[in-house]
């Protein structure tokens, strides 16, 4: 790996970006810093994607025009640090974002993976500051410095700054899953009941699994909501535009991790799996996983066209598919667009399968019989009545099942309505 450092900013702070190269360079280090308005196209991309897999450190300059920029190239750069990321040993130094204002990072239009990291703010015209920064970084490349170099308890450097872990995070808000609230209730509740449903299984199978052979018990131990996604096929016939592929198959994977109580297997491991060109079926063996999605990015110069599929690894049958279209220009915007419904689509079929089968598992006629009635209730005239009669249903489904998912989750839709 070359010792290169990746320098990506705003065409708005090429100033700042080029001070901050020429510091880094004063310290004997290799910095990537285009100087060029002509970015875009093939040969520019394939150097993107050259650079950024093969830099030592990514330094991202992030600011007010960068807030401001929706769109442009630094965020495609962005993006493929950020994936990146998903491939390393967790604490390994990579990502050193340098604030150049006075942005703060809460809120900030950046990825996840650049919060998680050192901050460092440098004001225009403090050379003293940016040499010591330089020094810090000259260190980070160094392969015989020590590991713990970039740690949380190193001296602080121009209002360098860590974000404690144990401090408290935004909450993470759900992406609509459908147009109504309740259908947004349903989805938050019916997560909790199939996370429910995935401790006691956890919990039966350890005892067996432990005498029992590893190929035997993974059938048995397999998580309900456990998907993985396979590395999209890059179908356009130009190797250059792999890298799409690529990022698409490490963002979705990153986006699914949202879901509650999901067993999401690391890109990492999808990518190992991608040569044994293996059927579904086997690879919902091989990684112990219920789900697998897969997909395809086809197009041409102008357009691209990614195609996803997801797979129900036990019977093998697609439970959902669909076409996204889009300009290669706007590939990023298509990216997040593909990443985003994917992320809300997956998590809904996962619980409806694993609702289907927990209902297959009642086996008193007389729950079934309230459920039944439960259901028909439902057809009738929406009032507070019929919703009164359908929660007292659920309950007394509930006192003779306890663990049955499909009244917990009709009993909180119930709950949700009377109090909305």
Same mark, same amino acid.
């Given at each position: 790996m070359t010792q290169a450092i990746f320098l990506s900013y705003a065409s708005q702070d090429a100033d700042a970006a080029r001070r901050i190269c020429e510091a880094l360079r004063a310290a004997?280090?290799?910095?990537?810093?285009?100087?060029?308005e002509l970015r875009g196209g093939d040969a520019w991309d394939a150097s993107i994607r050259k650079q950024i897999k093969e830099c030592a450190l990514?330094? &991202?300059?992030?600011? =007010?025009?960068?807030e401001a920029r929706l769109e442009g190239y630094f965020r495609l750069e962005w993006r493929l640090a950020d994936q990146r990321t998903?491939?390393?040993?967790?604490?390994? &130094?990579?990502?050193?974002?340098?604030?150049?204002?006075?942005?703060?990072?809460?809120?900030?239009?950046?990825?996840?993976?650049?919060l998680d990291v050192q901050w460092t703010r440098w004001a225009d015209g403090d050379a003293a500051a940016l040499e010591k920064f330089?020094?810090?970084v000259a260190k980070l490349v160094d392969p015989r410095a020590s590991s713990s170099t970039n740690a949380p308890s190193a001296a602080p450097v121009l209002g360098l700054y860590n974000k404690p872990k144990s401090a408290p995070q935004p909450a993470v808000s759900l992406r609509k899953v459908a147009g109504t609230k309740i259908a947004l209730a349903f989805t938050v509740v019916a997560i909790a009941g199939v996370g429910i449903y995935v401790a006691t299984q956890n919990k039966t199978t350890t005892a067996s699994s432990a005498s029992a052979p590893t190929d035997a018990s993974k059938s048995t131990t397999t998580n309900p909501l456990s998907v993985m996604v396979m590395p999209f096929?890059?179908?356009?016939?130009?190797?250059?535009?792999?890298?799409?592929?690529?990022?698409?198959?490490?963002?979705?994977?990153?986006?699914?991790?949202?879901?509650?109580? =999901?067993?999401?297997? &690391?890109?990492?491991?999808?990518?190992?799996?991608?040569?044994?060109?293996?059927?579904?079926?086997?690879?919902?063996?091989?990684?112990a996983v219920r789900f697998v999605l897969t997909g395809s990015v086809t197009g041409d110069k102008e357009r691209?066209?990614?195609?996803?599929?997801?797979?129900?690894?036990?019977?093998?049958?697609?439970l959902w598919s669909e076409n996204f279209d889009g300009k290669q220009s706007a590939v990023f915007a298509l990216q997040d667009q593909v990443t985003t419904r994917i992320g809300n689509t997956i998590g809904?079929?996962?619980?409806?399968?694993?609702?289907?089968?927990?209902?297959?598992?009642?086996?008193?006629?007389?729950?079934?019989?309230l459920l039944m009635?439960?259901?028909?209730?439902?057809?009738?005239?929406?009032?507070?009545k019929n919703h009164q009669a359908m929660e007292a249903l659920f309950r007394q489904a509930l006192v003779l099942e306890p663990d049955n998912l499909k009244a917990k989750l009709g009993l909180a839709t119930r709950l949700f309505v009377a109090s909305a």
């Open positions: 004997g280090l290799e910095v990537w810093f285009d100087q060029s990514f330094v &991202p300059v992030i600011s =007010a025009n960068t998903h491939l390393m040993a967790k604490g390994m &130094p990579f990502l050193v974002p340098v604030a150049v204002d006075d942005t703060k990072d809460a809120g900030a239009r950046v990825p996840d993976s650049f330089a020094d810090r096929a890059n179908q356009t016939g130009d190797k250059e535009k792999a890298y799409i592929a690529d990022a698409l198959t490490s963002s979705i994977t990153s986006d699914l991790t949202r879901i509650s109580d =999901a067993s999401i297997v &690391p890109a990492a491991t999808a990518f190992s799996l991608q040569d044994k060109k293996l059927s579904v079926p086997q690879l919902g063996k091989e990684a691209l066209r990614i195609n996803a599929v997801l797979s129900d690894t036990q019977t093998g049958a697609q809904p079929q996962m619980i409806i399968v694993a609702a289907r089968e927990s209902e297959k598992r009642a086996n008193k006629p007389q729950v079934a019989d009635r439960a259901s028909a209730l439902a057809l009738n005239q929406n009032s507070l």
